[in-house]
């Protein structure tokens, strides 16, 4: 859990830094998995740091996930910037008015999906060309040989993110309720 909500909070951090100055050199796959398919419930709250360049942001999130839906919140200075639900069939998200149109509520899930989720119900659900690998405490999302997407766990609280499609990195740091899953 607090990998998905650091996930989720680094690309809306992301987003919200800074607008991407030329297209990604790849298109990364969308997930888009079942709530139930993470296999048990949390509930955790995070400490995200994001990086874009020399640009360096903080946020809080709130992440739920049960058989039904997966419920993050995101946070900046206390002011709430996003919510998300996913029921596994559509995505709901409510915005604040500054919030960056850049940030992209879809990104945030996958990438909480990735970090989080089972290596077997995200290898399900990933198109031709693409694969899954994992290895010790680090997840690549890769093609053609390159990994994309890297999730690394660096503490038993700790998760860095990098994305190489988009440009950044995002450390995931749980400050309540545990460690994050696998």
């Known amino acids: 859990m607090h990998r998905l909500i650091a996930l989720l909070l680094s690309s809306l951090l992301l987003a919200a ?5 030329v297209a990604p050199a790849v298109e990364l796959p969308a997930l888009r998995l079942a709530p139930a398919a993470l296999g048990h419930e949390l509930a955790v ?4 740091v994001f990086r874009f360049g020399t640009q360096v942001r903080e946020l809080d999130a709130l992440l739920e996930v049960d058989a039904a839906e997966v419920r993050l919140a995101v946070q900046a200075m206390g002011r709430t910037g996003v919510r998300l639900q996913w029921d596994g ?9 500054w919030l960056p149109d850049a940030v992209r509520s879809e990104r945030v899930l996958d990438d909480v999906q990735f970090s989080l989720w089972p290596a077997d119900a995200v290898r399900a659900v ?4 693409w694969e899954l690998h994992e290895a010790g405490d680090v997840r690549e999302l890769r093609r053609d040989g390159r990994a994309w ?34």
Do not use: F, H, K
């Not at 709250?45 to 995200?48: F, G, I």
């Open 45 to 48: 709250q995070q400490r995200l």
């Open 126 to 129: 990933l198109p031709a060309g």
């Open 17 to 21: 830094c800074a607008t991407r100055p």
């Open 149 to 182: 997407l890297v999730r690394e766990r660096t503490s038993a609280t700790t998760l860095q993110v990098r994305n190489r499609a988009d440009g950044y990195d995002l450390t995931i740091e749980s400050v309540a309720g545990g460690a994050p899953s696998p």
């Open 89 to 97: 069939q559509s995505l709901m998200e409510q915005r604040a008015a």
